[in-house]
C-alpha cells in the first residue's frame, strides 16, 4: 500500500525555536579584556603567560560563567587581541655572550 501525503512538504519543517539567550555579556566582554591586558602573576596566577584556556578558566572563576576557548578568542578578536605563541629568546647580561654563542655554535656544527 502506497502513502500519499496529504499536506504539503511545508508541513514537515520545525517550527521556529526562540533562541537561547547570549552566556556572554557585555560585562564579561569588558571583564575579559581588562584581565587579559594584565600580567596573570599580578592576578596571583601561577603562570607568567595568558592562553586561551587559562583566560577561560580564570574568568569561569570570577565570573561564574563557563566560556569555551573559541568563545574567549573571538571576544578577544572582537577587541583586537590576538594571543600568539611565546617567542622563546636565550640572552644574557655577560657583554661577551654572543661571541661566546657563536663559538658554541661554531664547535657543534664541526
Same mark, same amino acid.
Given at each position: ?32 579584556? @581588562? ?6 602573576? #599580578?592576578?596571583?596566577? =601561577?603562570?607568567? %603567560?595568558?592562553?586561551?584556556? /587559562? ?27 590576538? @594571543? ?6 636565550? #640572552?644574557?647580561?655577560? =657583554?661577551?655572550? %654572543?661571541?661566546?654563542?657563536? /663559538? ?7
Amino acid at each position: 500500500m502506497i502513502s500519499v501525503l496529504t499536506e504539503p512538504v511545508e508541513g514537515l519543517k520545525d517550527r521556529p525555536m526562540p533562541a537561547a539567550p547570549p552566556k556572554i555579556t557585555e560585562e564579561y566582554r569588558e571583564h575579559l579584556l @581588562l584581565v587579559v591586558r594584565r600580567r596573570p602573576r #599580578s592576578l596571583e596566577q =601561577p603562570y607568567s %603567560l595568558w592562553t586561551l584556556q /587559562r583566560l577561560a578558566d580564570s574568568m569561569a572563576e570570577q565570573t561564574g560563567i563557563r566560556a569555551s576557548i573559541e568563545t574567549v578568542r573571538l571576544v578577544l578578536k572582537a577587541g583586537e587581541i590576538v @594571543l600568539s605563541r611565546p617567542q622563546h629568546k636565550v #640572552s644574557s647580561p655577560d =657583554p661577551d655572550y %654572543l661571541v661566546k654563542k657563536r /663559538r658554541s655554535k661554531k664547535r657543534a656544527t664541526g
